[in-house]
Structure formats: structure tokens, C-alpha cells
């Protein structure tokens, strides 16, 4: 069995809006009724065979945009186009896409009241690419009876039944959204020891959307930050780890050297300060902090990504 | 594991220089495979093959086509020599500097130097 | 430098649409062999239920020496087409979410729940058939009065057999796809417009129940017209043009309403 080409995602102008989108015209007065923006406006391309981690607080449109991939859903307005490079096509009732698309999601989609085997095999028969031999293998890991009733089963463990399809499928573009949830630690890193083993072997567009920033970033060569739909950045993460440092020091040193830059995030000790600044430092600043007495340090993502998604002030 | 301020990458490669300098992973041994590295730290398989190919344009590791990599023969000389040089730009040269910088005289910092080189001196010949 | 990873070229636009046309087949496929699984299980059950209480019920009759105003099957006014209808709303849209998780389209999800709703009607209509054959043949037997006033009918028992197995498949295939249509437009269309779509999914039942004198429709129809069925060559046909056009507005209200199907982000 060959590994087939792993798909690439563009999404160009994305708009989704949940509710009543309709204008209702009565006279001359268009009243417009309330509808939520999912995303707004989203112009973004995903690498094809690599693991992109996709962040964002609740409500940035994570789940909407992962849906839209796997025809779970249509934007109200602009284009996305999923396939191998150069042959990405709309996956809106588009077989040959939508069958090499899995996503994963957090209720995981399963057939609560009757045996988990008869959900397997629903995928078993839909997925060209289906390794029966992995899933059992995973089940197995998990601890999960193929005789449960997906609807008897605990969070972590239907969690863990969604990781088990989601590798088993070997989907050319596989998507975990918040798959781990409920999962104790040993599980989650069990889950991510074998996205990695089976990635290495089976070479796929993985995309993760995760809240466990700390954990996950080192699985990710790319990443996706999304705010109140948008994108707020699309890069690599080692891109990311450089956007952001931090000064630690006497206060007026450490506020010579920040001068008029972004200030992300600022603590106070005393006289001692710490900021969390944008950007990268040169080697002039590098050499003046250390004459100063400041030193710089690197912003874990985790913070950074929580920094650059917090609701700024002009906005409150 | 992988926590310091570096990029990831920078950092597997400090620790594989550092154990072939240790003598922890010999001349000629094989090391893990980038599948290997990437599944056992939960790091991202191109992060790890990202350290691996500067090790090998670095000299300290060679791939064997089809077996996988493996330590280059004299890695750690060179590791060895290279830090031995490195030594006195980056760590005496910065010490001695902050020493001037404090008013310590050189007398104090040589015989503090010849007292704790005595005390490791013995500890490595025993 | 990044990890190497064999260059797989896609498929070109003609792999590509076969890819896409076997898809499409695997995804119908499955979706029809679950619709007739579930048919054959819990349909098996009940058909062996009615079949023991429609000999059962004659037998103590006739032991009680009693009298019997036609059949089972005709006083129970399509019960079996009830149940299907009832099946229909409970098999298909239940695997729905499951079938696109797992990659399906709908336009492959509703030309499944088609063909297996058909396979489940022909399997209903030949049971029916078999059964009123056998009421036939047990009622005079037992010394009861036996007759039907509903009903399509050629004339010959051989025909008339025939055709109630293609006018109670006809027949059953639509309940099942109205049963069908109306889940799926309760996930579709919400609690109200929802509940608003069951009756035009009734009007299509009624159609196939009026025109080929079945089920409640075909019962009151008959009580009112006082006609003992239709033998007539082209009221018959007539009557099965009928059962097929409902047939088709049921199909074709099920397709249009999966087309749509969205699955919102469950937060």
C-alpha cells in the first residue's frame, strides 16, 4: 500500500455566520436579525504533509474553520480548496475530497447505542485508506472493548476511540479538533507518542487544534492562531517562539530598553520588572541589556499565544 | 526535557554533542533515528531531522544509506578541540572581564583558579 | 532542512474521478446494506409477531366458533406499512452524522437510504403477499369468511399476488423514505419548520394509500366507495403511476433535505 499525497487547504476570504443570515425587508427598511460571525474573512494556506497546530481561545472559529475542510459545513461567503498541491478542490459533496478528509471532533461520531465495532466498521467501509490492524492495536492501548456502547463510555475514553479513527483512517488530511479532551496525561502522551510514529511512517497533513499550548507545540512544524475569526498569525513555530521576549530587571533600565515597542504582558517585583515584548532583539540591544544589567529571556508559546490573544485595551 | 530559551532543534543537538563529548554515544555508534527521537520526546520529526542534518554538516554525524546515522569517527576530538577553542572567547574571556569590571585582582582570581583546579585535578586522577 | 518525505504525486483528474465515483459507490453501499440490516433484524421480528397473531386470532375464532368480517391483515389497515414508516424514521438519519465523519457525501447518503428503503419494500411487499396468500388459504380451511375490499387486483390469484407485492413496495419504500425525510428534517430545519414538514411527508402517504387502495387510505376509500379493489388494466396502472410518483416526491424531498445537511461545531 502506497502513502498517498498529502493535502494542502487554501481558504481564500472565508466568511461564516451562524444564525439568521436574512435580510428581512419590510417597506423601505431592511432590518437585518442577528446572526454570530464565526470567521471573518479568513485568507489562509495550510502545507500539505505537516503538522499544523491550530490555537485560539473559545469562540475564534477553530471549529468552524476545521468543519469547513471536511464538508461538514459551507461558508457564507469565499472559497476553500482542499487536495494534493496544485489539484486542491472545493470539498462541498465532493466525494473524492470528503473521503480523504477525516476530522475528528470532540463528541466523536460514533453510533451511541449500539456496539463501537458497528461504528468501525462504518469507517472501515468508507475509508480507502483504513488500516483495521492499527485500530485494533490502539484499542488495545486505549483499553477499549470494541463491545462497549460508544454512549457507555467516558469522555477520555471516546476521546481516545476518535484518536484511534483518526490515525487508523490515514487520511491524507487528518484533523483532531480538541480530541484529547478528557484524557488523563499518560493517554494524551500515549496519543501523541503514536501521531507522531504514524505520521513519521505514513507521511499526512495533520492539523491539531488544542488548548494544552504547553504540551502540544513541540508536535507542530506550523501553527495557526485564530482570534475572534480571524487569523491572527500562520507561520512556523519556531517563526512564533521568535516573535516575542522578555526583559527582566531594574525598572528604568528595563524601560530604556523597551521604549516605544509592544508591551505584551508587564509584572512587577519590586524594583525588579519583567515585560514580555514584540519582536526580536538585535545584537546591539542584546549587548546593551547585558551592560544594563536586564536579562532577556524567551516567552514560552504557551504565554505568547495567550499575550497575543488577549483582548487589547482600546477594545474593552 | 528541551525547555531552555534556544530553539528546539538548537537544543537536541547541544545534547547529542554533549553526550558524544561525554563519551556517552562512541565513535561509530548508531543513534536514534529521527522516528525514534520524534515518538520518545514528543518533538516534531522534521524539528529532530533539523538537528540531525546540522550534526551531520557539522561532522559529528554521518547516515549510512538504508542503517541510519551514526556517530562520525573523531566527533568527539573535534567536539573536544573546538571547545577547548571556544573556552577562552566565551567563558574565560567574559569571566576575566567581569573580574576587572569588580576590581578582583588577577592574583586572587589565579589562586582561586590554582585551588579549585588542585581539588578537580586530584578527583579526575583517583 | 525538513523531515524527507516521499513525494507522492497526486492523481491526475481522470484517477481522480474514479477515485471519487468508487467513493461515491463504497459510501451508498454501506448506507444501503445498514438501512436493510436494520429491516431484516427488527422487521424479521415483526413480521414473525403478526404472523403468529394472524393465525392465532383465526384459529381461536374459528374454535369459538365465532364469525370473521375478511382478514387480519386488511382490518389492521397497514400496520406493517407503519411500521417501516416508523423504522424510517429511526435507521436512516441516525447514522447520518456518522456516515460524513467518516467521509460519505449526502447526495452517496440519500441514494443509499433510496435503495435500501426499495430493498426493505420489496422484502415487505413479498412478505405481505405471502401472508395474505396464506390468510386465503387458512380462513376458508377453518370454515371463516374470507375477502379483500382494498387492494390493487388483476383477476387471477397468481396476478393479484403479483401485484400486491409491487403496490405494498411501492407503498412500504415510501413510508420508509417519508419516515426518512422527516428526521433528517428535524436536524435540518429545527424543532418547528420541522414539525411543519411532517405534513407534506403525510400528504405523500396518503397519495400512496389513495391511489393503490392500501393502508388507511385504501381502507376508507373502500368503505366510502363501496368498490370491491380495482381490476381494470388501466385503473390499475393508473393506481401504480400513482404509488410511483409518491414514491419519487418522497425520494426527491429526502435528497434535497440531506443536500444541505450542515454539522455545526458543537460548542
Same mark, same amino acid.
Given at each position: 500500500?502506497?502513502?498517498?499525497?498529502?493535502?494542502?487547504?487554501?481558504?481564500?476570504?472565508?466568511?461564516?455566520? @451562524?444564525?439568521?443570515?436574512?435580510?428581512?425587508?419590510?417597506?423601505?427598511?431592511?432590518?437585518?436579525?442577528?446572526?454570530?460571525?464565526?470567521?471573518?474573512?479568513?485568507?489562509?494556506?495550510?502545507?500539505?504533509?505537516?503538522?499544523?497546530?491550530? *490555537?485560539?481561545?473559545?469562540?475564534?472559529?477553530? $471549529?468552524?474553520?476545521? /468543519?469547513?475542510?471536511?464538508?461538514?459545513?459551507?461558508?457564507?461567503?469565499?472559497?476553500?480548496?482542499?487536495?494534493?498541491?496544485?489539484?486542491?478542490?472545493?470539498?462541498?459533496?465532493?466525494?473524492?475530497?470528503? /473521503?480523504?478528509?477525516? *476530522?475528528?471532533?470532540?463528541?466523536?461520531?460514533?453510533?451511541?447505542?449500539?456496539?463501537?465495532?458497528?461504528?468501525?466498521?462504518?469507517?472501515?467501509?468508507?475509508?480507502?485508506?483504513?488500516?483495521?490492524? *492499527?485500530?485494533?492495536?490502539?484499542?488495545?492501548?486505549?483499553?477499549?472493548?470494541?463491545?462497549?456502547?460508544?454512549?457507555?463510555?467516558?469522555?477520555?475514553?471516546?476521546?481516545?476511540?476518535?484518536?484511534?479513527?483518526?490515525?487508523?483512517?490515514?487520511?491524507?488530511?487528518?484533523?483532531?479538533?480538541?480530541?484529547?479532551?478528557?484524557?488523563?496525561?499518560?493517554?494524551?502522551?500515549?496519543?501523541?507518542?503514536?501521531?507522531?510514529?504514524? @505520521?513519521?511512517?505514513? #507521511?499526512?497533513?495533520?492539523?491539531? /487544534? $488544542?488548548?494544552?499550548?504547553?504540551?502540544?507545540?513541540?508536535?507542530?512544524?506550523?501553527?495557526?492562531?485564530?482570534?475572534?475569526?480571524?487569523?491572527?498569525?500562520?507561520?512556523?513555530?519556531?517563526?512564533?517562539?521568535?516573535?516575542?521576549? /522578555? *526583559?527582566?530587571?531594574?525598572?528604568?533600565?528595563?524601560?530604556?530598553?523597551?521604549?516605544?515597542?509592544?508591551?505584551?504582558?508587564?509584572?512587577?517585583?519590586? $524594583?525588579?520588572?519583567?515585560?514580555?515584548?514584540?519582536?526580536?532583539?538585535?545584537?546591539?540591544?542584546?549587548?546593551?541589556?547585558?551592560?544594563?544589567?536586564?536579562?532577556?529571556?524567551?516567552? #514560552?508559546?504557551?504565554?505568547?499565544?495567550?499575550?497575543?490573544?488577549?483582548?487589547?485595551?482600546?477594545?474593552? | 526535557?528541551?525547555?531552555?530559551?534556544?530553539?528546539?532543534?538548537?537544543?537536541?543537538?547541544?545534547?547529542? !554533542?554533549?553526550?558524544?563529548?561525554?563519551?556517552?554515544?562512541?565513535?561509530?555508534?548508531?543513534?536514534?533515528?529521527?522516528?525514534?527521537?520524534?515518538?520518545?520526546? !514528543?518533538?516534531?520529526?522534521?524539528?529532530?531531522?533539523?538537528?540531525?542534518?546540522?550534526?551531520?554538516?557539522?561532522?559529528?554525524?554521518?547516515?549510512?544509506?538504508?542503517?541510519?546515522?551514526?556517530?562520525?569517527?573523531?566527533?568527539?576530538?573535534?567536539?573536544?578541540?573546538?571547545?577547548?577553542?571556544?573556552?577562552?572567547?566565551?567563558?574565560?574571556?567574559?569571566?576575566?572581564?567581569?573580574?576587572?569590571?569588580?576590581?578582583?585582582?588577577?592574583?586572587?582570581?589565579?589562586?582561586?583558579?590554582?585551588?579549585?583546579?588542585?581539588?578537580?585535578?586530584?578527583?579526575?586522577?583517583? | 532542512?525538513?523531515?524527507?518525505?516521499?513525494?507522492?504525486?497526486?492523481?491526475?483528474?481522470?484517477?481522480?474521478? &474514479?477515485?471519487?465515483?468508487?467513493?461515491?459507490?463504497?459510501?451508498?453501499?454501506?448506507?444501503?446494506?445498514?438501512?436493510?440490516?436494520?429491516?431484516?433484524?427488527?422487521?424479521?421480528?415483526? %413480521?414473525?409477531?403478526?404472523?403468529?397473531?394472524?393465525?392465532?386470532?383465526?384459529?381461536?375464532?374459528?374454535?369459538?366458533?365465532?364469525?370473521?368480517?375478511?382478514?387480519?391483515?386488511?382490518?389492521?389497515?397497514?400496520?406493517?406499512? %407503519?411500521?417501516?414508516?416508523?423504522?424510517?424514521?429511526?435507521?436512516?438519519?441516525?447514522?447520518?452524522?456518522?456516515?460524513?465523519?467518516?467521509?460519505? +457525501?449526502?447526495?452517496?447518503?440519500? &441514494? =443509499?437510504?433510496?435503495? =435500501?428503503?426499495?430493498? &426493505?419494500?420489496?422484502?415487505?411487499?413479498?412478505?405481505?403477499? &405471502?401472508?395474505?396468500?396464506?390468510?386465503?388459504?387458512?380462513?376458508?380451511?377453518? =370454515?371463516?369468511? %374470507?375477502?379483500?375490499?382494498?387492494?390493487?387486483?388483476?383477476?387471477?390469484?397468481?396476478?393479484?399476488?403479483?401485484?400486491?407485492?409491487?403496490?405494498?413496495?411501492?407503498?412500504?419504500? +415510501?413510508?420508509?423514505?417519508?419516515?426518512?425525510?422527516?428526521?433528517?428534517?428535524?436536524?435540518?430545519?429545527?424543532? %418547528?419548520?420541522?414539525?411543519?414538514?411532517?405534513?407534506?411527508?403525510?400528504?405523500?402517504?396518503?397519495?400512496?394509500?389513495?391511489?393503490?387502495?392500501?393502508?388507511?387510505?385504501?381502507?376508507?376509500?373502500?368503505?366510502?366507495?363501496?368498490?370491491?379493489?380495482?381490476?381494470?388494466?388501466?385503473?390499475?396502472?393508473? =393506481?401504480?403511476?400513482?404509488?410511483?410518483?409518491?414514491?419519487?416526491?418522497?425520494?426527491?424531498?429526502?435528497?434535497?433535505?440531506?443536500?444541505?445537511?450542515?454539522?455545526?461545531?458543537?460548542?
Amino acid at each position: 500500500m502506497t502513502t498517498p499525497a498529502p493535502f494542502g487547504t487554501r481558504l481564500d476570504d472565508v466568511v461564516v455566520r @451562524y444564525g439568521s443570515r436574512s435580510e428581512v425587508v419590510g417597506g423601505s427598511t431592511r432590518v437585518r436579525r442577528e446572526a454570530t460571525t464565526a470567521l471573518d474573512g479568513v485568507t489562509l494556506a495550510i502545507r500539505p504533509g505537516v503538522i499544523t497546530g491550530v *490555537l485560539g481561545r473559545n469562540g475564534a472559529g477553530k $471549529s468552524t474553520l476545521l /468543519s469547513l475542510l471536511a464538508a461538514f459545513a459551507r461558508p457564507t461567503s469565499g472559497t476553500v480548496s482542499v487536495g494534493p498541491e496544485g489539484a486542491e478542490e472545493d470539498p462541498w459533496e465532493n466525494a473524492w475530497v470528503t /473521503s480523504n478528509v477525516q *476530522l475528528v471532533r470532540e463528541s466523536g461520531d460514533l453510533i451511541d447505542d449500539e456496539k463501537l465495532s458497528e461504528s468501525l466498521r462504518y469507517y472501515a467501509d468508507l475509508r480507502p485508506h483504513w488500516d483495521a490492524g *492499527l485500530a485494533v492495536r490502539l484499542l488495545d492501548r486505549f483499553e477499549i472493548s470494541t463491545r462497549t456502547k460508544p454512549g457507555a463510555l467516558s469522555r477520555g475514553k471516546r476521546s481516545a476511540v476518535g484518536a484511534t479513527i483518526g490515525l487508523a483512517t490515514r487520511a491524507p488530511l487528518t484533523i483532531f479538533d480538541e480530541v484529547y479532551l478528557g484524557m488523563d496525561a499518560p493517554t494524551r502522551y500515549a496519543f501523541y507518542s503514536e501521531v507522531l510514529a504514524d @505520521y513519521a511512517e505514513h #507521511p499526512r497533513t495533520i492539523l491539531l /487544534s $488544542s488548548h494544552l499550548v504547553e504540551e502540544v507545540e513541540r508536535l507542530f512544524e506550523d501553527v495557526v492562531v485564530l482570534d475572534r475569526g480571524r487569523v491572527l498569525l500562520a507561520e512556523p513555530v519556531e517563526d512564533m517562539r521568535a516573535r516575542g521576549y /522578555s *526583559l527582566t530587571g531594574p525598572a528604568a533600565a528595563v524601560a530604556e530598553l523597551t521604549g516605544a515597542r509592544r508591551v505584551l504582558h508587564e509584572q512587577r517585583l519590586g $524594583s525588579t520588572v519583567q515585560v514580555t515584548l514584540e519582536g526580536a532583539l538585535g545584537a546591539d540591544e542584546r549587548a546593551a541589556a547585558r551592560a544594563a544589567g536586564v536579562e532577556i529571556g524567551t516567552v #514560552p508559546v504557551q504565554d505568547l499565544f495567550v499575550h497575543l490573544t488577549e483582548p487589547r485595551k482600546a477594545d474593552r | 526535557m528541551f525547555d531552555g530559551p534556544e530553539p528546539i532543534y538548537v537544543q537536541i543537538a547541544q545534547m547529542i !554533542r554533549a553526550q558524544v563529548l561525554a563519551g556517552e554515544l562512541a565513535e561509530e555508534e548508531q543513534v536514534m533515528s529521527t522516528t525514534q527521537f520524534a515518538t520518545t520526546f !514528543r518533538i516534531n520529526p522534521a524539528t529532530a531531522a533539523k538537528a540531525f542534518a546540522g550534526l551531520v554538516d557539522e561532522g559529528v554525524l554521518h547516515k549510512r544509506r538504508g542503517l541510519g546515522m551514526f556517530v562520525s569517527p573523531g566527533a568527539r576530538e573535534r567536539l573536544l578541540a573546538e571547545h577547548r577553542r571556544r573556552y577562552f572567547d566565551e567563558v574565560l574571556g567574559p569571566a576575566l572581564a567581569q573580574a576587572d569590571l569588580l576590581g578582583i585582582p588577577t592574583g586572587d582570581v589565579v589562586a582561586y583558579m590554582l585551588g579549585t583546579r588542585r581539588s578537580t585535578d586530584t578527583k579526575e586522577r583517583s | 532542512m525538513s523531515a524527507p518525505l516521499p513525494v507522492t504525486a497526486g492523481p491526475t483528474a481522470d484517477e481522480r474521478a &474514479a477515485l471519487a465515483r468508487a467513493a461515491r459507490r463504497r459510501a451508498s453501499r454501506t448506507v444501503r446494506r445498514n438501512v436493510v440490516a436494520a429491516f431484516a433484524t427488527v422487521g424479521g421480528w415483526f %413480521w414473525a409477531i403478526y404472523a403468529v397473531v394472524g393465525v392465532g386470532v383465526p384459529l381461536l375464532v374459528s374454535r369459538a366458533g365465532g364469525e370473521m368480517d375478511g382478514g387480519i391483515f386488511e382490518s389492521s389497515a397497514g400496520t406493517p406499512r %407503519w411500521f417501516a414508516f416508523v423504522l424510517g424514521i429511526i435507521v436512516p438519519a441516525a447514522a447520518l452524522t456518522l456516515h460524513l465523519a467518516a467521509g460519505g +457525501t449526502r447526495a452517496a447518503f440519500s &441514494a =443509499g437510504v433510496v435503495r =435500501g428503503a426499495a430493498l &426493505a419494500g420489496l422484502g415487505f411487499g413479498v412478505l405481505t403477499a &405471502a401472508y395474505v396468500s396464506g390468510e386465503q388459504v387458512l380462513y376458508p380451511a377453518l =370454515g371463516l369468511d %374470507w375477502g379483500r375490499a382494498a387492494g390493487l387486483a388483476a383477476g387471477s390469484p397468481a396476478a393479484d399476488a403479483l401485484l400486491t407485492v409491487v403496490a405494498e413496495a411501492l407503498a412500504v419504500t +415510501t413510508y420508509v423514505l417519508c419516515g426518512a425525510a422527516i428526521a433528517v428534517g428535524y436536524k435540518r430545519l429545527g424543532v %418547528w419548520t420541522g414539525t411543519g414538514f411532517i405534513l407534506p411527508m403525510l400528504v405523500l402517504i396518503a397519495l400512496t394509500d389513495l391511489a393503490m387502495r392500501g393502508g388507511v387510505g385504501g381502507l376508507v376509500l373502500s368503505n366510502v366507495a363501496r368498490s370491491d379493489g380495482i381490476a381494470s388494466a388501466g385503473a390499475v396502472a393508473l =393506481g401504480l403511476a400513482g404509488g410511483l410518483l409518491a414514491l419519487a416526491l418522497a425520494a426527491g424531498a429526502l435528497h434535497l433535505l440531506v443536500r444541505g445537511v450542515r454539522l455545526r461545531p458543537s460548542t
